[in-house]
């Protein structure tokens, strides 16, 4: 892989969920070594500190957690994602997952001023794909993909400035998804797959499809990275706990996928809660899963093509 500008983007944002540690996750990635890994590969990495949320006086809603505060959040990661686009390839070290309502918009718009179709890969035991009105728990970090790709129910968020189709997503790793949002969900045509899937098909099978139609569209790729995609007994440092997910090989090989493609143009890491984790495992994973992403493999061999 080629020298690339990267941008980290601090989001210590807590407010998706009532369980709270995820805010000390930036701050867990850069001293589990994100920035010296990538360095290390011959990108050229440049921090740009943490965002601050704007302020916003929206009262909360009962039933939802800290409305108000994630709305503030939403509008100033739109704006700071679509700014870091300009200037490489940027990647949110979250926060929870709440943070992508407003990094996935906010990459979206920059493709769309260039006139690209935007794709979405999301690596998660849950779909994401509650609105405000369907969600039981009221944890706003469970709505961000419904959001992104344009669904309705999120009154008094701000107008998408280009919404994610969502034929253009694809969501891998799946073992926990509600009802309501699970019907949502198929009146769509977002690609879904759980862990059956991949028990039966492998992760490249479900994967390689997804990456040959974005390469196809000349499409920008942001992949939103959860922790809790990975098996619990890897990957602990989350509030999300589902057991039965992805091994740590089947999660170095999509990474190791998307960097043979050459198509990730965005990268969110989420939901590491470092009050969870044990001496850093969990951190230290991410960054390396995120070096995979971007140049790290023991030899220069590119993942065969499937028939």
């Not at 809603?61 to 390839?89: C, F, H, I, S, Y």
């Not at 493709?111 to 998660?124: E, G, I, N, S, T």
Request: net charge negative; with cysteine.
């Amino acid at each position: 892989m080629s020298s690339q500008e990267i941008i980290l983007v601090g989001a210590p944002l807590d407010c998706g969920k009532a369980r709270r540690g995820c805010l000390m996750g930036p701050d867990a990635y850069r001293t589990a070594g994100l920035a010296r890994a990538l360095t290390d590969l011959g990108h050229r990495v440049t921090d740009e500190g943490d965002v601050v949320p704007d302020a916003n006086d929206t009262p909360d809603r009962d039933g939802l957690v800290d409305l108000g505060e994630t709305l503030g959040w939403t509008t100033a990661l739109m704006r700071a994602a679509e700014d870091a686009m300009q200037n490489g390839l940027p990647i949110f070290l979250g926060g929870d997952h709440a943070l992508s309502l407003g990094t996935v918009p906010g990459v979206a718009a920059h493709a769309a001023k260039q006139d690209r179709p935007q794709f979405v890969l999301w690596l998660d035991a849950h779909s994401d794909f509650n609105t405000l009105e369907t969600t039981e728990s009221g944890n706003l970090h469970g709505t961000p993909l419904a959001y992104a790709t344009g669904q309705t129910g999120f009154h008094g968020f701000p107008p998408l400035p280009a919404a994610v189709p969502p034929s253009q997503t694809c969501i891998i790793g799946l073992r926990s998804v509600d009802p309501l949002e699970r019907t949502l969900m198929e009146t769509t045509e977002i690609r879904g797959y759980d862990m059956r899937a991949i028990d039966e098909s492998g992760v490249a099978a479900l994967l390689a499809p997804f990456l040959d139609d974005v390469a196809r569209a000349g499409g920008a790729l942001h992949v939103s990275l959860d922790v809790d995609f990975i098996d619990p007994s890897h990957a602990p440092a989350v509030g999300t706990t589902v057991p039965g997910g992805a091994t740590v090989r089947e999660a170095h090989l999509v990474m190791e996928m998307l960097c043979d493609s050459g198509l990730m143009t965005s990268l969110d890491l989420v939901e590491l809660n470092p009050m969870l984790d044990e001496r850093g495992r969990t951190a230290h994973l991410m960054v390396d899963l995120a070096a995979s992403a971007l140049g790290r493999r023991i030899f220069d061999r590119p993942t065969p093509r499937l028939m």
